[in-house]
Structures are given as structure tokens and as C-alpha cells.
């Protein structure tokens, strides 16, 4: 592709290729002196962004993994890149695992990006030029290439939802799984990993939903009284547990917070 179509292809990523550039020097200061390239596709499987070491150039820009360059299984065959993003999932196409007899050469280790909607954006590619490159060695670029496809995501996703609070969920065998909530605890954002382990549908807009009814909070008739002694709490806390300035924030008098703690239970 042209110059001018490589960067409608970035446009088109919404801010992602913007977003994974940092990544994208990470990783490759990790692997690049391996003999290791660093590239990042669009979803259709045409690259945007590489990093290749001086040396080693000359003979990725040779194999094709140029910017530009079409790597979709359709064109390519089974290869890391297009096989990533058909198949949806972490992939390790090693050696003579390629389709073409042409790049029989290469060792090509992949893991597929998400949007902060769910859907897949790109796929991250770290492919290695050694001959001597093992199964052991793949199975641990693999992991460098899906920690850093994770972290493309989450720093996507809270620049998607920059307005929002964002929450961590405890749920590392799925990978980053962040939701976004507003100020009313609504959520209106989730990552893939949260869409799965919450059961949210996969892909979109999500429909909204308050933060307690995922996690297990507030779902019984008292939910209205353990937010309200959610907010007294809060003010509580803000004002040092001084009564007056937290009766002050909540716009009630100071006897009348007396009274709701004591309905509430909330000791100070």
C-alpha cells in the first residue's frame, strides 16, 4: 500500500495504533537483539507498524513484513498474523506451520488486539529470523506478546472511557478486565475479558447495568440503604469524620445525619 493508505489503515484504528507505538518499543526492546521483529496489523491483516533492528531489516523488509504489506490468510495462508485474527486467539506458526513455501524462514508468534467495544483491531506479531529458534523460546515470546497486547487494550480502553471511573476486576485468567462506570456506579464500558467473565454480550455498546448487579452488590430489596450508607461513608471519610462538614456535603442538618447513622449503624 501507499503511504497515504497506511495511514487511512492507523486512522481507521481509532487511536490505537497512536495508543501502541509505546508498546510496541517495549516489546521490542525485549526481543529485538533475538534477531526478533516487532509488527502490528490492522484487522484485515495489512501492517501499519513495525520494528526491525538495522541488521535484520533488510531480511524481514525481504519476507514481506514491510509496512503495507498483506498478511491476510486469504492471500497468505496459514501464518501468524492472518491465522490470529481468523481463528481469534493466540497463535504460534513456527517454520514449516506456514502455508507459503516462502516463508518457511520464520518463527511468527501472535496474539489478536481488542477494542474498548469488544471487537478485534489488530494483531500484534513478534516474528524471529533465527534459525535456531525453539518451541521453549516461542512459548515465552508468547507470553511478551500477549502481556503487551493486553496492555494496548487496557490503555485503549481507558482513553475510550476517559470520563469514567474505571474498575479492575479480579479476574487475571482472562486477562485485562476492566469495567467503566459513571459517577452513578452505571456501567458503560466493559473489556472483553470483563464482557466474558460477566457474561456481557461480546461486542457493541453495551447495555447499561448498575456496577452492584455484576459483582454481587446490592441485588437484594436493601440495596437502597446500603448505597445511601455507601454516600454517608464517603462524606464521612472526606470530612475526617467530622459530623458537621459531612452533614455540610450531604445537604442534611447535622442531627438528621446523627439520626441515619444510628439507623445505619455506622459507628464514629
Known amino acids: 500500500m501507499s503511504a497515504a493508505e497506511i495511514a487511512q489503515r492507523k486512522e481507521a484504528l481509532g487511536g490505537v495504533a497512536a495508543i501502541a507505538k509505546p508498546r510496541l518499543d517495549q516489546l521490542f526492546?525485549?526481543?529485538?537483539?533475538?534477531?526478533?521483529?516487532?509488527?502490528?496489523?490492522?484487522?484485515?491483516?495489512?501492517?501499519?507498524?513495525?520494528?526491525?533492528?538495522?541488521?535484520?531489516?533488510?531480511?524481514?523488509q525481504d519476507w514481506g513484513l514491510g509496512a503495507g504489506a498483506d498478511w491476510s490468510e486469504s492471500v497468505q495462508g496459514t501464518n501468524g498474523i492472518g491465522t490470529c485474527l481468523v481463528e481469534r486467539r493466540d497463535v504460534i506458526i513456527h517454520r514449516d506451520q506456514h502455508f507459503m513455501a516462502g516463508n518457511i524462514a520464520m518463527s511468527?508468534?501472535?496474539?489478536?488486539?481488542?477494542?474498548?467495544?469488544?471487537?478485534?483491531?489488530?494483531?500484534?506479531?513478534?516474528?524471529?529470523?533465527?534459525?535456531?529458534?525453539?518451541?521453549?523460546?516461542?512459548?515465552?515470546?508468547l507470553e511478551l506478546v500477549r502481556q503487551a497486547a493486553r496492555s494496548i487494550e487496557a490503555d485503549h480502553f481507558r482513553e475510550t472511557f476517559s470520563t469514567a471511573?474505571?474498575?479492575?476486576?479480579?479476574?487475571?485468567?482472562?486477562?485485562?478486565?476492566?469495567?467503566?462506570?459513571?459517577?452513578?456506579?452505571?456501567?458503560?464500558?466493559?473489556?472483553?475479558?470483563?464482557?466474558?467473565?460477566?457474561?456481557?454480550?461480546a461486542e457493541g455498546e453495551l447495555k447499561t447495568v448498575p456496577v452492584g448487579d455484576l459483582i454481587g452488590q446490592d441485588t437484594t430489596?436493601?440495596?437502597?440503604?446500603?448505597?445511601?450508607?455507601?454516600?454517608?461513608?464517603?462524606?464521612?471519610v472526606r470530612a475526617d469524620n467530622n459530623v458537621s462538614l459531612a452533614a455540610r456535603e450531604l445537604g442534611v442538618s447535622r442531627a438528621t445525619l446523627y439520626r441515619r447513622m444510628k439507623d445505619l449503624k455506622i459507628n464514629n
Not at 502490528?40 to 501499519?48: A, P, R, T, V, Y
Not at 430489596?221 to 464521612?236: H, I, M, N, P, W
Open 221 to 236: 430489596s436493601k440495596g437502597f440503604e446500603r448505597a445511601q450508607k455507601a454516600a454517608v461513608v464517603r462524606a464521612l
Open 108 to 141: 511468527c508468534i501472535d496474539a489478536p488486539v481488542y477494542g474498548a467495544q469488544g471487537e478485534i483491531v489488530a494483531a500484534l506479531d513478534v516474528s524471529s529470523a533465527r534459525v535456531d529458534q525453539t518451541s521453549a523460546m516461542n512459548g515465552m515470546i
Open 29 to 60: 526492546a525485549l526481543v529485538g537483539s533475538s534477531g526478533c521483529g516487532v509488527v502490528l496489523s490492522d484487522k484485515q491483516g495489512f501492517i501499519i507498524d513495525h520494528r526491525f533492528q538495522g541488521a535484520d531489516a533488510p531480511i524481514f
Open 165 to 201: 471511573r474505571i474498575l479492575v476486576v479480579d479476574d487475571a485468567s482472562e486477562g485485562v478486565s476492566l469495567l467503566a462506570a459513571t459517577s452513578d456506579d452505571i456501567v458503560v464500558g466493559a473489556t472483553r475479558a470483563a464482557r466474558r467473565a460477566f457474561g456481557l454480550q
